[in-house]
């Protein structure tokens, strides 16, 4: 393959190949359900998912009397396993576990996604049991109560993960008042406020044909993945022949930000603290993406990065350091964080700022570049090993950007980038608002005397 | 392949196939290293490990003036990354990171394992800097003192997570004073006093040539694996043909064992409890192993098992709940565990016993046993892909078992289990002394008046 392939919503058939000789295909159905697969020779296992384009940041706030949906996506997901007119949650749970799959889903700020990996013979009964819970969930009134239990330990659960706390508080207090700032399981309040009839309204608006992409990866043919699908779908009473217009992917024009506090503090009887600092960061279709995994790639992700040498390597103030860049369709985040002793987390806050800081003023290496490049293309190529990744890959290409790019054309873009570009980013980063999230036990002025967030950049480093 | 396979620790030369037409290959060199392979078709990766047969029940009691070892085991494993002769911390670091590679180790209880997983080119690489590190490790004194506050970082975040605390406590009120009861990593005043020396002499005492396996499969051959990897220990100064007696392994007849308290009750300010309740399980060579991997499937293994089912589904009383058997040379465990609201603790734990006093009072159905086979056999065939189980199946299986069992003997073994013998492995468990530990905001006596660990099993059912 030579570039990226876009994939525009109106076109009812596209063939391509990947990595490692993987064909690529892509049928958009009439009734607008898109099915992509990536046949990858070798390959005796088989990843399924079916997604729809909505997550937490898609749910309403309160208006009036009618109370926000907040965590209603999840609170969905979880019950398209409780049962359907053919099915109950057990006979679900049965299905995958007889014959060893994984099976499972994930709600994200952006999407929701229910897969199963399993061996190639069971591609069809995958496909059949996914297409039941995903067209014909009965929502079964206490099964509902049933689960809100189950999904108010999940969220005590999180609570109780300081690393967890730190990242819900971080991002909102980057990215503020944005629907992206908010935690995607919503609260305990809302969960039990929570009405059987909002979720329900919920999963008929947004669990149409036109909402549908399914992409599978491994081993797969085609034809009779669509065939199967279609199957499926019309004995849950889809009319596949109707068109539909198709769902227009969401705008990506990045949004304008209102920050949160500069420092927030959650106190905790915990023994460390738990840091993160941070600013926001691209879109996931900045033209700098590339950019981005460099300087991320070189400052903060993997044993020789500047964060793990000065934080852990020197001087020994923590065990889990790293850097991370999250990216969304209209919004995104650059964080640095730290697990440290309460005592320290001042000097570990300086410290990764004056990392970032010397990254604007001073760039990297050529050496840095190079590793770096080393670095994403070696991790993506065994990645790509699994099934999972292409399976996933497939999806966020098709929902959120709109095109695809195989290993190739990313490591053509990686070589393209200079050790000018990875400054540049970095005065960027370094110019915008910082954010500051301690979980632990440490108070608010102990962490603001050693970082002051509002300086200039040129008196930090 | 038909049957398993043994290790004879005399024999030189072995070859013999696995699933997928694996070839494994197994060389014990005269200076007593053992070197096995496993040649996967098609695969792209190879993932290697350089073992020891010591962990951290190896580690010294306090005698008299001489402190107790305990961690030292995990220290070392830490300070092997920290340099030779030849390459800084950052050296080996960089030779990873700069092809992608992923690059670890894991101490655990009965082993230790320095690991990498890369692209087939990269492997001559992998062996190099992995063969450095384990011969010539400096221990310079300043690293040592920089690694032991990351080591301390490393048990605080360990203290914050109540289901890792509830996990040590756990293991420790089951085994009472084995030394497989006590934690891996030592505690904070063991470390604080850890001197080099005593890990230096422990380093000197277990990283010997007839001390060292090495694992590796995926793309891979046999014999260049083992020219590679004679060069490396060669130029490290070891004598490779130097003849030295075997390495026995370790005695597998059952210890004799005294619990520790029947409840355990840790104070935490969290949400949830973090609750396990279990008792001795089997040791890893027991030949009833295939019996309690189906027992644990039927019982507390996916979402369709008797624990999600009772516990999740009928009650919504958790989120995560699971049983689990891990097994070591003499000694075992089979333990329940389950994350809920502090009120709901003595209800779980109950349930939790009930269930198993139901399958020793009525066994499970043929249903069960059949879809058990299923699940063990279909997860077993996805886990195989990934070069990092065969390496590690390979490295268990020298160490530990001393014979190897593929995939296809591992199945005929399930196969031969019968629902009389999941009965009586369940009257077996449910006759030995329980322990329950309960990590949260709960008093003792909330817990013991909901379980009465020290009633007679008829009585509970």
Chains 1, 2 share one sequence.
Not at 94 to 102: L, Q, R
Request: proline residues 5%; contains cysteine; negative net charge.
């Amino acid at each position: 393959m030579n570039g990226a392939v876009d994939l525009p919503l109106g076109q009812a058939e596209l063939t391509f190949t990947a990595a490692g000789d993987a064909l690529v295909r892509r049928s958009v159905l009439p009734s607008g359900v898109r099915v992509l697969s990536e046949q990858v020779p070798g390959s005796r296992s088989v990843t399924v998912g079916f997604w729809v384009a909505v997550g937490s940041r898609d749910e309403r706030h309160a208006q009036g009397e009618i109370p926000a949906t907040y965590g209603s996506t999840h609170f969905l997901e979880h019950l398209l396993f409780k049962g359907t007119a053919e099915r109950t949650a057990l006979d679900i749970a049965i299905s995958f576990d007889a014959v060893g799959g994984e099976h499972n889903a994930l709600t994200a700020k952006e999407y929701t996604c229910y897969y199963a990996k399993v061996q190639d013979r069971d591609l069809p009964m995958a496909i059949g049991v996914l297409a039941d819970m995903f067209t014909s969930s009965v929502l079964d009134p206490v099964e509902f109560d049933n689960e809100r239990g189950v999904i108010l330990e999940e969220l005590s659960m999180a609570g109780d993960d300081p690393a967890d706390v730190a990242n819900e508080r971080f991002f909102s207090a980057v990215l503020g008042e944005h629907p992206l700032g908010r935690p995607i399981g919503g609260d305990p309040d809302t969960i039990r406020a929570a009405t059987r009839e909002a979720v329900w309204a919920h999963y008929r608006e947004n669990y149409r044909p036109q909402d549908l992409v399914v992409t599978v990866a491994g081993a797969v043919d085609h034809d009779l993945l669509v065939g199967e699908l279609e199957r499926a779908l019309t004995r849950a009473g889809w009319r596949l022949d109707v068109a539909a217009p198709p769902v227009e992917r969401r705008s990506t024009d990045t949004a304008t930000l209102e920050p949160g506090p500069a420092v927030t503090v959650v106190p905790r009887p915990t023994e460390q603290v738990n840091l993160l600092l941070g600013v926001p960061g691209l879109v996931a279709t900045d033209e700098r993406r590339s950019v981005m995994s460099v300087l991320n790639t070189v400052f903060g992700s993997g044993m020789s990065s500047r964060l793990f040498q000065q934080v852990r390597e020197r001087r020994g103030l923590a065990y889990s350091v790293y850097s991370y860049a999250p990216a969304y369709s209209d919004a995104g985040v650059f964080g640095m964080y730290a697990g440290c002793a309460p005592a320290k987390a001042g000097t570990v806050a300086a410290l990764m700022r004056t990392e970032l800081e010397r990254v604007a003023e001073h760039g990297i290496t050529p050496d840095e570049l190079r590793r770096a490049a080393g670095q994403l293309g070696g991790a993506s190529a065994l990645a790509l090993e699994d099934s999972d990744t292409r399976m996933s890959r497939l999806g966020r290409s098709e929902l959120t950007l709109g095109e695809f790019a195989d290993l190739d054309e990313a490591l053509r873009r990686i070589a393209l980038v200079t050790v000018d570009d990875v400054q540049a980013l970095a005065q960027d980063l370094v110019s915008r608002p910082f954010s500051l999230v301690a979980v632990g036990a440490i108070d608010e002025a102990a962490v603001q005397g050693a970082v002051d967030l509002t300086a200039p950049t040129s008196d930090v480093a």
